[in-house]
C-alpha cells in the first residue's frame, strides 16, 4: 500500500514516500517537502495503474548481464545463435559490457556504428546493429528503462550490387572443370537454382525422378565445431517444390550410377562419402573459376543468378522466379533481378500510339476540322464529333504556325499588314461561311455545340493567310 510517513534526522525533517513495486518489493524516495512526495507518489500510481510503470533500479542494471539473459532467451535457428554469438563477443560486449542500461545515450550508439562502419561492411553493420536494437527493445518491454537509445541512427547505405549472371559457356565450362564428382552439382545449381546448403543437403527421396521434381526441405549447416548436419532452410518460403528439366535428371542420374548415395541418403558427397563441407568444396571451386575464364571471385551462388535469368530471358513472370528461387517476398526478387527483366519503354510507347496517335491525327489543323465537320466525316461517318475545345486548340496551333513563318511578316503591296486584312475582310468572310455552310447543310453553332464566331474566325484566318502566299508568290 503506497503511503507517505514523515521522518526527523538531526534536527531536519524529509518525507518519505513508500509503495509495492510489480515485483513484490517496496521502493521508497525520500523529499523535502510532502508536496513533493505527494505528487512523485501519485505519479508513480498513475504509472502502475496504466502499465507504463519503469523501475527506477531497472536503469543501473550492466548492458552484459542483461545482453546475456536476451540470448538465452531468443529463438534462434543454429546458423542465427552462432552469428549472435559471435557479434556480442566481437562487437557489443567490448563497448557496453560494464555500462549500466540507463545510463547509454543515442549520441553514444550513434558514435559506435559510425566506428563499426569504418572497418565492416555496410550489411554486416546493419546486422550488428540489428541486435543492440533487439537488446534495448527488450529492456524497455521488461521495464528496465523507458526509451530505448536506438532511435533515428543513421546507418551506413547500403549498396546493392547487380547481379550479372554468367554466359552459357561459363556455367558450360565451369561444369567440366570441376573435378567429375561435383559436375553434376554444378549442373543441377545452374538449372534449378538451389543455393549451395541445399544443393549439398540434397537426398535421394527429395528427388522425384518419375514426377521429374525436386522437393527443397533442408539444407546442410556448417557450424564450427560441429559436424555438418541437416536444419530447415534459409527461411520458410525456401520450402519449395522445383520442377526438374531433363538435363538435371541425366546429370543426377548418371551422377548416382558413379557415386552411389551411402547410408544417409546425400545425393553429394565428397571422396570419403561425407558430406561435402564448403570450406573443401572452395578449393577446387575457384580452381574451375580460372580454368572456365569466369569472372574474378565468381561463387557458387553465381549459378542461381543463372537460373533466375534464364527464367526471365523466356518470359517467366516475377511470381513465378520468386517461387523457384525461394524469395520471401516478390519485392525481394526485383531488387535482386530488376535489370535483368526487358525494358518494356517501347512496348509502353506502341502500346499508347496504338490508341491515342490514331485519334489524335484528325485534329490536325483548320483542313481536318473541317472534314470532320461536314456531312461526309461526322459521327456518323464513323469519327467522333467536333467539340468546341477541339476547334479552338486547332484554330490556335494553325495560327501559331502561319503566323511563325517569314513570309507572313511581310506587307502587302497596299501597305496592309495581314491581321488588318483579316479584320477588314472579317465581315466578308462571315456572309461566304454562312452561305457556303447553308448550300452544304451544316448549319453554324448546331454541330456538337459549336460556337459560330469559332469556325468564322478559322476561315477567315486561313483566307488571310491564302491571300498572304498569293501576294509572297508575286511579289517574287
Known amino acids: 500500500m503506497a503511503h507517505i510517513e514523515k521522518r526527523k534526522r538531526g534536527g531536519q525533517t524529509s518525507w518519505r514516500a513508500r509503495y509495492r513495486a510489480p515485483d513484490g518489493r517496496e521502493r521508497s524516495r525520500s523529499f523535502a517537502k510532502r508536496s513533493d512526495a505527494e505528487q512523485w507518489l501519485d505519479a508513480t500510481r498513475g504509472d502502475l495503474a496504466h502499465g507504463t510503470y519503469v523501475d527506477p533500479a531497472g536503469g ?45 545515450r543515442r549520441s553514444e550508439i550513434q558514435t559506435f556504428v559510425k566506428q563499426l562502419s ?66 553434376a552439382v554444378v549442373v543441377l545449381a545452374a538449372s534449378t537454382g538451389l543455393r549451395q546448403g541445399e544443393a549439398f543437403g540434397l537426398t535421394v527421396p527429395n528427388v522425384d525422378f518419375l514426377r521429374r521434381r525436386l522437393e527443397v526441405v533442408q539444407q546442410l549447416l556448417l557450424i564450427q565445431g560441429r559436424p555438418p548436419f541437416l536444419g530447415p532452410p534459409k527461411t520458410d518460403a525456401s520450402i519449395r517444390t522445383i520442377p526438374l528439366p531433363q538435363v538435371a535428371i541425366d546429370a543426377l542420374a548418371e551422377h548416382l550410377a558413379n557415386y552411389p548415395a551411402g547410408k544417409d541418403q546425400f545425393v553429394f558427397t ?94 490536325r489543323g483548320p483542313r481536318s476540322v473541317v472534314r ?30 502561319r503566323s511563325a513563318s517569314s513570309g507572313c511578316r511581310r506587307r502587302f503591296r497596299d501597305g496592309r499588314t495581314p491581321r488588318r486584312a483579316a479584320a477588314g475582310g472579317r465581315e466578308r468572310q462571315r456572309h461566304r461561311t454562312s452561305t457556303e455552310h447553308s448550300a452544304s447543310g451544316v448549319i453554324p453553332g448546331v454541330i456538337s455545340g459549336v460556337e459560330p464566331g469559332v469556325i468564322d474566325r478559322m476561315i477567315s484566318i486561313s483566307e488571310t493567310m491564302k491571300g498572304c502566299d498569293h501576294d509572297i508568290e508575286s511579289s517574287a
Not at 61 to 90: C, I, M
Request: net charge positive; hydrophobic share 35%; aromatic share 6%.
Open 60 to 104: 543501473k542494471k550492466r548492458f552484459g548481464e542483461y545482453a546475456r539473459e536476451w540470448q538465452a532467451a531468443r529463438v534462434h535457428r543454429p546458423t542465427t545463435e552462432v552469428l549472435v554469438d559471435s557479434h556480442l563477443r566481437n562487437h557489443l560486449l567490448p563497448r557496453f559490457e560494464d555500462r549500466p542500461l540507463g545510463s547509454i
Open 118 to 183: 569504418e572497418r565492416l561492411a555496410p550489411a554486416s553493420v546493419e546486422v550488428v546493429y540489428r541486435h543492440l536494437a533487439s537488446i534495448f527493445r527488450s529492456a524497455v518491454a521488461d521495464r528496465l528503462i523507458a526509451t530505448t537509445p536506438c532511435e533515428r541512427i543513421a546507418l551506413p547505405k547500403l549498396e546493392r550490387k547487380r547481379a550479372i549472371p554468367l554466359e552459357t559457356e561459363q556455367v558450360l565450362a565451369l561444369a567440366d572443370a570441376v573435378p567429375d564428382r561435383y559436375r
Open 270 to 363: 565428397n571422396e570419403y562419402g561425407r558430406p561435402i563441407r564448403r570450406t573443401r568444396f572452395s578449393d577446387p571451386w575457384r580452381r574451375a573459376v580460372t580454368v572456365a575464364g569466369a569472372p574474378e571471385g565468381t561463387g557458387f551462388h553465381a549459378l542461381r543468378h543463372y537460373y533466375a535469368s534464364l527464367l526471365i530471358r523466356h518470359g517467366k513472370s516475377v511470381k513465378v522466379v520468386q517461387s523457384r528461387l525461394g524469395h520471401a517476398s516478390a519485392a525481394e526478387t526485383l531488387d535482386t533481378y530488376s535489370h535483368l527483366w526487358p525494358d518494356s519503354e517501347d512496348r509502353t510507347r506502341e502500346a499508347v500510339d496504338a490508341v491515342l496517335l490514331e485519334v489524335s491525327r484528325p485534329h
Open 372 to 401: 470532320r465537320i461536314s456531312p461526309d466525316h461526322g459521327p456518323s461517318g464513323g469519327e467522333s464529333a467536333c467539340t468546341p475545345d477541339s476547334l479552338r486548340r486547332a484554330t490556335s496551333r494553325f495560327a501559331a504556325r
